[in-house]
């Protein structure tokens, strides 16, 4: 190996090493800790037609159209939405249940570069921790350096069947 090259080499691990500290100095101890997302599969039956999970009846994807389903809170699949503070991605979508206990549902791909975002219960925001957007509980944009919003989709829980449409 030639003084160059070694040099070289050297130079660049230094590089590496300087940027994972500038990296991991951006983020704040007191950042809230974001909830536990439960991403759910949904499967295709073998008869044929659209996408199906336990629990699930309707369009969760969107490029299959428009967004419009609803959750049987009772399945295993969907169980976790019944504590307040939480949230699930199911298909294109991410639902979340308020401390407060309201329910919202926004499009999960965070609008800079898709990456899908956190619910963060203690202020009912969504952060992508890819690169700090933060959004409102409308999906609203409060910190960049995403400059668009969200796509929020209604919501309507009915407390005797225990089932929340989306949509």
Do not use: W
């Not at 994972?20 to 295709?44: F, R």
């Not at 991605?89 to 639902?95: A, Q």
């Not at 957007?133 to 069947?161: I, N, Q, R």
Request: hydrophobic share 30%; net charge neutral; charged share 15%.
């Amino acid at each position: 190996m030639e003084r160059k090259e070694f040099l070289s080499l050297v130079g660049i691990s230094v590089g590496a090493v300087i940027l994972q500290n500038c990296m991991s100095g951006c983020s704040k101890s007191s950042d809230p800790t974001p909830v536990t997302i439960t991403p759910t599969t949904p499967t295709i039956p073998s008869t044929g037609g659209g996408t199906t999970s336990t629990g699930l009846t309707g369009n969760n994807e969107i490029g299959k159209g428009t967004i419009d389903f609803s959750l049987d809170l009772t399945s295993t699949t969907f169980k976790v939405l019944q504590t307040n503070g939480t949230a699930l991605v199911s298909g294109d979508v991410i639902i979340a249940r308020t401390k407060a206990g309201d329910f919202l549902a926004v499009a999960k791909a965070c609008t800079h570069q898709g990456t899908t975002v956190d619910f963060i219960a203690d202020d009912s925001t969504f952060k992508c921790n890819n690169h700090g957007s933060v959004f409102d509980s409308s999906g609203s944009v409060t910190v960049g350096p995403a400059s668009s919003a969200l796509k929020k989709y209604a919501t309507t829980f009915d407390k005797e069947k225990n089932s929340l449409k989306v949509g």
